[in-house]
């Protein structure tokens, strides 16, 4: 295990609803990036927090957006959910003394 | 052009043989390479990172990197059953030394070792 937790597993939603999906890093990491991997598809960048603040966003719309707290701690938030937001949402943290980046478990969301 | 490109496979290999995994990448400036391994319905996890051209082992498994070539490749040998899964080669755009990892992931090679 990384000590990278992510909350809930699974997901069901409607189209149109918007969902909120949670990391909680590994202790002293102090930044966390969002991925979505569609089935069968690499994990696509969404976006890194570092110390509350975005340090770069891949090539998804705004209605991804996303937060960090002061414990590091961070939350991805999709509105207007559309069918295509069906995939697996992986959280991963580090810090400046890894070498790698540790994935939770990730979270399934399908939307309907 | 795809940032980073893979054979999707499935490559199959006998217990026991070498399997080669391939990857290409178009940003020339590219500094750091990962490789992943994820089992299905699992997240990924780190095989193994590699930063200078030529070869870096670890057990059974060697990266190798191209920087002229653009390409970076993973051999396993003595493949076991365990071994499969899919293989995902992914580029860092972000800053390693400072701890940013915002990784650029090929589609990933379905690796199948057969006993």
């Known amino acids: 295990e990384t000590g990278v937790t992510q909350s809930p597993t699974h997901l069901i939603k409607t189209r149109g609803q918007q969902v909120t999906l949670r990391c909680s890093s590994q202790?002293?990491?102090?930044?966390v990036s969002w991925y979505q991997q569609a089935l069968g598809q690499g994990p696509q960048f969404i976006f890194q927090?570092?110390?509350?603040?975005?340090?770069g966003r891949g090539n998804f719309p705004p209605r991804f957006s996303g937060l960090q707290f002061p414990n590091y701690s961070s939350e991805l938030n999709v509105n207007a959910l559309e069918l295509d937001d069906s995939a697996l949402y992986l959280c991963a943290s580090s810090s400046a003394t890894n070498t790698e980046a540790f994935f939770g478990q990730g979270t399934r969301l399908t939307v309907v | 052009q795809k940032e980073v490109e893979q054979n999707s496979g499935p490559l199959s290999v006998p217990e026991g043989a070498i399997a080669s995994l391939n990857c290409t990448y178009s940003?020339?400036?590219?500094?750091?390479f990962f490789w992943y391994r994820q089992y299905s319905g699992k997240s990924p996890e780190l095989i193994m990172f590699?930063?200078?051209?030529g070869d870096k082992e670890d057990g059974r498994f060697t990266a190798q990197l191209n920087k002229a070539s653009q390409y970076v490749s993973l051999l396993i040998r003595d493949s076991q059953p365990s071994d499969s899964a899919t293989y995902l080669c992914a580029v860092n755009r972000g800053r390693s030394g400072a701890g940013s990892y915002q990784l650029t992931f090929g589609k990933g090679t379905k690796l199948s070792v057969i006993p």
């Open positions: 940003d020339r400036g590219s500094q750091s």
């Open positions: 590699i930063y200078s051209n």
């Open positions: 927090y570092y110390r509350e603040e975005e340090n």
């Open positions: 202790s002293g990491h102090n930044t």
